[in-house]
């Protein structure tokens, strides 16, 4: 056997430690973190005609663009428009709309003036509109399409402040008995060539970092919403810190997955705004992979269930491979585990055969399976909103995606501790605090904040607010967790603690985190308190369960039979009892229910933000958690 010349030897050398210090660089950026009512205003000055909106029209299906310039002049008009209609400094604006320009132009348009804008979700119920349009006595609402409208028209004669919807998508049919309705292009003709340009610029001038930016109404899963305080100085803090340590510059595309409405999008999309960064703008959140596929983002915000989904996607064509594939994929796998997990993510430089043997894959196998997501030029990806799948987070990194997990609430402007990029962390931790966050964790166990991103309060809540913090201004999360090596780690939601009957605690989103990877499973609720074992009420993937009961000639009329099915139900328990061989046994899953249809928004059961409303829950299906408990 020959040798391999020095040479050649010195140039693999040479590119493992330069590929392996690049990994570990960040990107130089330089942030403009004016304040809000001039942000678009000093970027525009700053990029010019550079893009940096992509967007499709309300129902269309064309990618369109808008420049620093445009946008900014955009953002002129909506604030004289403002004006003209008579909104005050700090009056409440609602915005009631799927993620869109318009969306955008709103916000910044609005503070602009010093007014304050109240995002409501686009999938939000006539009795929260009327109860947010009430509580925040919002006069003007922008609304997005025909289902907006129609909620909004309906709640009208309810709410005594509200005197006029203005509408963004143009194909919305408004009631010829609705003369307080106008479409958003004859609201824009308002501010045309900024007739009031010089009040906009005094009322900027004398913009303060106490304003009120938004009040974000969070969609409790008991109880009417919190009407959350965010400032101009909240914001600022926040996009400053996350400078520090969230690496998108002006190269980055950054899809908008998640609705502005959500404060870690609406967090997010400010900060690549303060970086220069394009901004794709997905209005509706069924088409996202698609969207992806089309505009090959760099960046994306999402909450763990999209990887969960990608991470089931991608084994469910594994498992449909011939041999030959799977065992190579399955090595591929290992190979990117041991690198990316037992060295990178421990700070360690990987071994250069493994190191090689890695780039190899990566620019092979990998490298494939991003082009599959339209991910072929991957930057990296928060994710936050809920516990994270440690196999989940494995499998990301594994495969050369740089997920950035990260905890934060809306009352801490989102991020509290995030990983960083480059950086060592563990699988399983939500990061390190950033700067101007101090963490203190009570003899509960609760994690507790003070900082400058922190709100100040709620909204005509003033017993609320004392009960949310602590004689010593911390801020009570309801989380409960630890720091270990300057690591942030969760362990459950206080409140959503079970006790079983026999005083075993039970932490119910821990588990339906591990049996959420499966891919017949859709959404699932534990149910455990007071009760003497754990259940499960399960909503399964509908197509895969008829595929699997078509493949084993399994009979069935419509979905009630096949989620009653005793052939089905086995084949699911066995699959549950191997994802829950960790848990202790009194945190295993001992009976279970397969629904026949989702959980949903109109019974009250899932907030805006998908989160599962367990009371509800356990009122709609009380008939068929008793069974499960029947002896």
Known sequence: MKKTPNYLKNLAISFYLLTFAARKQIQMRMQTNSHLSRLIHDQAKKYGDREVLIYKDFGGKEWKSMSWNQFSDKVKQVSNAMLNLGIKVQENVGVFSQNSVQYLMCDFGAWGIRAVTIPFYATSSEQQIQFMV???????????????????????????????????????????????????????????????????????????????????????????????????????????????????????????????????????????????????????????????????????????????????????????????????????????????????SKGKRPPLALHL??????????????????????????????????????????????????????????????????????????????EGIEIKISDEGEVLLKGPTITRGYYNRADLTKEAFTEDGFFKTGDSGYLKGGELFLKERIKDLYKTSNGKYIAPQMIESKLLVDKYIDQICIIADQRKFVSALIIPVYSLLEEYAREHHIEFKNTEELCANQQINDMMKERIDTLQQQLAHYEQIKRFTLLPHHFSMERGELTNTLKIKRRVLNVNYAKEIEKMYEE
């Open 357 to 434: 043997e890695y780039e190899m894959i990566n620019k092979t196998v990998f490298s494939l399976v991003r082009k599959e997501l339209g991910l072929e030029n991957a930057h990296f990806f928060p994710t936050a909103g809920a516990t994270v799948n440690p196999k989940v987070e494995e499998f990301v990194h594994s495969i050369g995606i740089n997920m950035i997990v990260g905890y934060g609430l809306t009352e801490s402007l989102a991020t509290v501790s995030c990983n960083h990029m480059g950086e060592p962390y563990t699988v399983g931790g939500v990061g390190i605090p950033i």
């Open 134 to 344: 009430s509580d925040a006595k919002v006069r003007f609402l922008f609304v997005g399409e025909q289902d907006q409208y129609d909620k909004a028209r309906r709640v009208v004669s309810m709410c005594q402040t509200l005197e006029r919807i203005i509408v963004f998508d143009k194909n919305v049919r408004i009631s010829s008995h609705d003369p307080n309705a106008m479409y958003f292009d004859d609201f824009l003709k308002l501010g045309e060539n900024f007739p009031r340009q010089t009040e906009v610029e005094a009322l900027q001038s004398q913009a303060s970092m106490d304003d009120i930016a938004n009040i974000l109404y969070t969609s409790g899963t008991t109880g009417d919403s919190k009407g959350v305080i965010l400032t101009c100085g909240q914001y600022n803090a926040a996009m400053i810190a996350n400078d520090k340590c969230v690496p998108v510059g002006e190269n980055d595309r950054v899809l908008n997955f998640l609705p502005f409405t959500h404060i870690f999008e609406k967090g997010w999309k400010i900060l690549c705004l303060t970086e220069g960064a394009r901004l794709i703008v997905n209005t509706y959140p069924q088409e996202v992979q698609q969207s992806m596929k089309e505009t090959h983002p760099t960046c994306m915000s999402s909450v763990p269930r999209f990887w969960e989904k990608v991470y089931m996607g991608v084994l469910e064509q594994i498992e449909k491979a011939n041999a030959a594939k799977r065992a190579l994929f399955m090595h591929a796998l290992k190979v990117g585990k041991k690198h990316n997990i037992d060295y990178v």
